[in-house]
């Protein structure tokens, strides 16, 4: 019953490295997202996908990518990662129609 | 543009003191509201939803249209529920969330 899962759990990047940052669902979700959590902020919606090779951006999407080739899958790309990058990232699915959101345990992003 | 305000970052209690952590909203149109808790190092999920007008841990949320709020309300604080909450609200029209910035309880016994 592994419902949503991402890999790793923790990096640490140089600044202008690039990563993918791996999600998964085993749910038949539709929707999948990526969030980031930053102390005082909250969490804000990177991107977003609402079916296979369906993607669209959120609040805060400037210095990532996303693919959705299955519905599986919703990786999250850093092309070159920055500082201000930093942060725990949580991938989340959610059946169509409804906006309850199951998240991943997140990954923890350190760029120095 | 729809927002969502949390106006406490922290929240202390005692032990069997109530607890009521604040979530205003601002949205046109019918909303729908969720409550997210996170335990310490742990992933978000979801404790209560005001369509199903449910409790959960105790806790209970009523959705004030008149207020725009939707305030969570515990009774009777347990050191257990020490942890980090999120309101959320359904961004219209798609399946997901703008969160509040979240509201620390810490329960102290």
């Known amino acids: 019953n592994a419902g949503v899962t991402q890999t790793p759990k923790f990096q640490v990047l140089k600044t202008g490295q690039s990563m993918t940052l791996q999600c998964a669902q085993d749910?038949?979700?539709?929707?999948m997202s990526w969030y980031r959590q930053d102390p005082g902020m909250g969490l804000r919606l990177i991107h977003y996908s609402v079916g296979a090779g369906i993607t669209d951006q959120g609040e805060v999407p400037n210095g990532y990518n996303v693919s959705r080739s299955t519905t599986e899958d919703f990786p999250l790309r850093l092309l070159s990662a920055a500082p201000s990058q930093t942060s725990v990232y949580f991938c989340?699915?959610?059946?169509?129609?409804?906006?309850?959101?199951?998240f991943g345990q997140g990954t923890r992003l350190t760029v120095v | 543009a729809q927002r969502v305000t949390q106006p406490e970052k922290l929240l202390s209690v005692f032990k069997g003191a109530p607890v009521e952590l604040k979530c205003n909203y601002s949205y046109s149109g019918s909303p729908e509201l969720f409550w997210y808790v996170q335990y310490s190092r742990q992933r978000l999920q979801l404790l209560l939803r005001?369509?199903s007008r449910e409790s959960i841990k105790g806790f209970t949320a009523d959705l004030n249209k008149g207020e725009t709020s939707f305030h969570l309300k515990k009774p009777f604080a347990q050191e257990e529920d020490s942890a980090m909450y999120y309101c959320?609200?359904?961004?219209?029209?798609?399946?997901?969330?703008?969160f509040g910035k979240g509201t620390m309880l810490l329960v102290s016994p």
């Open positions: 749910m038949n979700h539709e929707y």
């Open positions: 005001h369509i």
């Open positions: 959320a609200l359904r961004n219209s029209g798609y399946s997901t969330l703008t």
């Open positions: 989340a699915s959610s059946r169509q129609g409804t906006a309850e959101a199951f």
